[in-house]
Nanobody, 115 residues
Framework: QVQLVESGGGLVQPGGSLRLSCAAS????????MGWFRQAPGKQRELVAV???????NYAASVKGRFTISRDNAANTVYLQMNSLKPEDTAVYSC?????????WGQGTQVTVSS
């Protein structure tokens, strides 16, 4: 089974940037698609970005044009570059396979956008 560990979150001012990393303990070469999710307090977890094994990407409308998902299969790592951050981007960000596997959710990494 693949185990996932997220990192790279922190406190940033509006308009700033962060790069999140999702490191997998197992190989992701055979996994068709990986995704980044986020969950704010009192809200449902939402899917924000997806990347397939072939490099095809999709984004939620709220982040399109600002976030970029990438995948390094050799390093077993998925990244999320976040630019032009807004306060509404504040959430715990997690990665998982697509479709997500309930038993593989990590602790996530907190992103706080505030002045």
């Amino acid at each position: 089974q693949v185990q996932l560990v997220e990192s790279g979150g922190g406190l940033v001012q509006p308009g700033g940037s962060l790069r999140l990393s999702c490191a997998a303990s197992g190989s992701i070469f055979s996994i068709n698609a990986m995704g980044w999710f986020r969950q704010a307090p009192g809200k449902q977890r939402e899917l924000v970005a997806v990347i397939t094994n072939g490099g095809v990407t999709n984004y939620a409308a709220s982040v399109k044009g600002r976030f970029t998902i990438s995948r390094d299969n050799a390093a077993n790592t998925v990244y999320l570059q976040m630019n032009s951050l807004k306060p509404e981007d504040t959430a715990v960000y997690s990665c998982n396979t697509i479709p997500p596997l309930p038993g593989t959710w990590g602790q996530g990494t907190q992103v706080t956008v505030s002045s």
